[in-house]
């Protein structure tokens, strides 16, 4: 066997690991770089599996390579309600990096966490491109952990956000929550618990629904002109948050057009005209936003995002020493 398959090795790099080494201006970086390569076209997103298990569970599969760049992976991730009486999370996602020359597997990463920041960092980039400049108020539908980083994102990447309150799925405050944002933005503003949701929409200048996609959150009437509201939850045949009629008022954006009809908001609309974001990095596609412009980023993500994420921690732990190394020879 020659040397260099006989000393190969499989790098592993769990979740404290990826935690660690998940520094928000880099994951931003990555995902604005994920666009980019989508927009051109440079970086591919392989057809998407998506897939309703016997146990209840959702099983899917994002892939994407990157030609110029070496860079071929995929994510296998999904969602198993009954993690949580086990104490754990619902959501579940490995990532791994595969050599394009060979066939043999890289990297093997804990992938929960980076679907977590690369999705805030999604929102948080859509936010900046598509919402009012002077937006202040900003309405979370959820108190899970894509509706933190989605609002903590957003508090960072839109400083003008100062007001924030929050819709929970009990109708009940939740106190920590609250105090994790108050926290976080200090003199700068306040945080409240909205019980009343089509009020909480109809004063917000940005609202960011992420939940699990059960049905619609709020009354169409509730948006008001100018508002944007960003969409997590619908990312599976069926799901929603949106009532009918949003989407016919507004100038809808999506990370992955076909994924976005198949499993996001535009499931419900097909036919709708939309603009991919990352073409509006680039300048492949145009939008001047008017005062009274409502603006919904549909967002289903993109496996490009993903995969730039985990390139950067793999080569950062290659350099740094980090993880678990295994042999692996072929």
Request: hydrophobic share 45%.
């Amino acid at each position: 066997m020659p040397a260099d398959r006989a000393a190969a090795q499989l790098l592993l790099l769990d979740k404290h690991a990826v935690e660690a080494a998940l520094i928000p201006d880099d994951v931003v970086a990555a995902v604005r770089e994920a666009f980019v390569l989508h927009s051109h076209r440079e970086g591919r997103v392989f057809p998407l599996i998506r897939e309703t298990l016997h146990t209840g569970g959702v099983f899917g599969i994002k892939a994407g390579d990157v030609g110029r760049q070496n860079l071929l992976g995929f994510k296998a991730a999904g969602f198993w309600p009954g993690n949580r009486e086990r104490g754990g999370e619902p959501h579940q996602a490995t990532i791994m990096l595969v050599d394009p020359d060979t066939g043999r597997p890289l990297c093997i990463l804990d992938g929960n966490a980076i679907t977590t920041a690369r999705t805030g960092a999604a929102g948080g980039i859509g936010l900046q491109r598509l919402a009012r400049p002077d937006s202040r108020r900003v309405c979370v539908f959820g108190t899970g952990v894509q509706a933190r980083v989605q609002l903590a994102y957003a508090l960072a990447l839109l400083p003008s956000l100062a007001e924030v309150s929050y819709v929970t799925a009990s109708g009940a405050p939740d106190a920590g929550f609250e105090a994790e944002f108050a926290a976080s933005l200090g003199g700068r503003g306040r945080i409240t618990h909205a019980p009343d949701r089509n009020a909480a929409v109809a004063q917000a200048d940005v609202v960011i629904t992420a939940t699990p996609g059960g049905g619609a959150l709020f009354d169409a009437g509730a948006v008001q002109p100018g508002t944007h509201l960003t969409c997590v939850g619908a990312d599976t045949t069926g799901k929603r948050e949106l009532p009918d009629g949003v989407l016919a008022r507004a100038t809808v954006i999506a990370d992955d057009l076909d994924q976005a009809r198949r499993i996001g908001e535009c499931q419900w609309a097909p036919d709708l005209h939309c603009i991919e974001l990352g073409d509006l990095l680039t300048g492949a596609a145009t939008f001047a936003r008017q005062p009274d412009d409502i603006t919904v980023f549909d967002m289903t993500g993109l496996a490009l995002q993903d995969l730039t994420v985990a390139r950067f921690l793999h080569e950062r732990a290659l350099a740094d020493g980090a993880g678990t190394r295994l042999a692996w020879p072929w």
